[in-house]
C-alpha cells in the first residue's frame, strides 16, 4: 500500500530476518504485520540508507540570497 510504503522508516527494516514491519499506527487494518524482503531489496534498501545518512535537511530561503 502507498501510505505504508510512504510513512516506512529504516528502523522497520529487521535485515537479519530479512523483513520490513508495518507498523499497526500505520497499517489500513491497524495490525502489525511483516512482509518479507528479497536479497536484493535488502540491498538496495541499506544504499538508499546509506545515501540518507549523507543528507542534509532542506531549508526553506525567504529569498534570493
Known amino acids: 500500500r502507498k501510505s505504508e510504503l510512504i510513512n516506512m522508516q529504516f528502523e522497520d527494516v529487521d535485515y537479519d530476518r530479512k523483513v520490513v514491519v508495518v507498523q ?14 528479497s536479497e536484493e531489496l535488502i540491498a538496495i534498501i541499506r544504499d538508499l540508507e546509506l545515501e540518507a545518512a549523507k543528507r542534509r535537511p532542506v531549508t526553506q530561503r525567504s529569498g534570493p540570497q
Not at 24 to 37: F, G, Y
Open 24 to 37: 499497526s499506527h500505520v497499517a489500513k487494518n491497524h495490525k502489525t504485520r511483516e512482509i518479507p524482503l
